[in-house]
């Protein structure tokens, strides 16, 4: 049974970094397209960025601006999002996503940026 679990969250002042973690298990993790996404309260889940399965990158340049650097270590089957220069619009419930051939996503973990 595939199994995506996030860590990382928490509050964060402006201005700070936090690093979010998606552990996954129960499916070939080198081969899925892997994806970090976002809700904030009352808007609608969001892209933030994507790593395929040859590690090449793609960012919502217009919710991240080179602030985030996604990455993966098909070893230890995680995917990592290092947020830099945290925002107070950046504070939402961020979900890992895992696709092809199935789909599974994460439960969330919340981020708050707040001071």
């Known amino acids: 049974q595939a199994r995506l679990v996030e860590s990382g969250g928490g509050l964060a002042q402006p201005g700070g970094s936090l690093r979010l973690s998606c552990a996954t298990s129960?499916?070939?993790?080198?081969?899925?397209?892997m994806s970090w996404y976002r809700q904030a309260p009352g808007k609608e889940r969001e892209l933030v960025a994507k790593?395929?399965?040859?590690?090449?990158?793609?960012y919502n340049d217009d919710a991240v601006k080179g602030r985030f650097i996604v990455s993966r270590d098909d070893a230890e089957n995680t995917m990592y999002l290092q947020m830099n220069n945290l925002k107070p619009e950046d504070t939402a419930v961020y979900y890992c996503?895992?696709?092809?051939?199935?789909?599974?996503w994460g439960q969330g973990t919340q981020v708050t940026v707040s001071s």
């Open positions: 129960g499916f070939t993790f080198s081969i899925y397209h």
């Open positions: 790593i395929d399965s040859s590690a090449r990158t793609t």
């Open positions: 996503k895992a696709e092809w051939p199935s789909i599974y």
